[in-house]
């Protein structure tokens, strides 16, 4: 007598090729470019990709402009079970070639230039030391490093830009730090005074660019001097507003954590410090209730300094 052996019902069977390549197709955003990519025709990653969807019951992608198709939110949540599914593969492969697996987990950090090289230390200071992690820092633009989080290049992206309100729905801003924003320069002839009465008159001033959110607080508070002053450049950049005030003589107007080490040695000094404007910094995750527990711990370490 046999025994019967029990077969799971189709819908139940994952075509793990069609998970692939629609995770191919999640990092490529193209069909023409998935299909280069895996050697493969274009109709061939189509008729894929739709049979993957009928397998999980889910809308994948959204096929309004043909020529832009984007990943739903189903898609998104598809695209991290994918994720660790060929994460684990790839920990197969290592198990199976040099007899153990891995200890050591990767995370991916984006980091805008308007944020503080200060946070982003204090961000991944616990990190160091550790050897079952390391990780990955890679800094552009925050139009394309939002991009590489949504397809899972990235696990957070650090910035001084709260997440844009259509991205709202699949991405989530946490608060991690307020630094007050201050002016700041190297000549020794400023005051340590909050008061507006101090002489800027002939002075060259940077401040930050429009991408600071403080930056309409930034033009009323100049607005508001009663000296002459002329405002030499828009610098979106911390580290490089605080080189300008290292080498220049100018007044140079920065978040406060982004020199906080020369205002300290008193390689710089505070020539105002106006009150209300503050920059603040955050973590954007993809999922608002569960980044990654590593992620969650430096998220929460960040906000307790």
Known sequence: MYNKIQVDPPMQRLNH???????????????????????????????QLRQ???????????????????????????????????????????WASRGSLPKIQRLR????????????????????????????????????????LISHDLDVLLTSQAVHQRAQGELYAHVLHSSPVVFVSSSG?????????LDWSGKEVFIPGKSFETRPEIDAFLEGLPQNFRIAGEIDDVAFLRILALR???????????????????????????????QRYYAITRNKLNPSDHIK????ELKAI
């Open 17 to 47: 090729h069609h998970l692939f390549l629609f995770w191919t197709f999640g990092r490529t955003g193209s069909v023409t470019k998935t299909a280069e990519s895996l050697s493969i025709a274009q109709s061939a990653v189509t008729s």
């Open 52 to 94: 993957l969807e009928d397998a999980l019951g889910l809308s994948l992608i959204d096929r309004t402009h043909p020529r832009r198709p984007e990943i739903t939110s189903e898609g998104r949540q598809v695209l991290a079970y994918a994720e660790r599914i060929f994460e684990s593969s790839r920990e197969l492969i290592d």
């Open 109 to 148: 950090i984006g980091a805008t230039p308007g944020l503080s090289r200060n946070l982003l230390y204090e961000f991944i200071r616990p990190l160091t030391g550790r050897p079952d992690l390391n990780f990955g820092i890679t800094t552009g633009e925050q139009k394309t490093l939002i991009q590489s």
């Open 189 to 197: 002839t400023g005051s340590r005074s909050k008061s507006r009465a």
């Open 248 to 278: 220049t003589g100018a007044i140079v107007g920065v978040p406060e954590i982004g020199v906080k080490s020369e205002l300290e040695a008193k390689i710089l000094t505070r020539v105002s410090a106006p009150t209300g404007i503050s």
């Open 297 to 300: 711990q430096l998220i929460t």
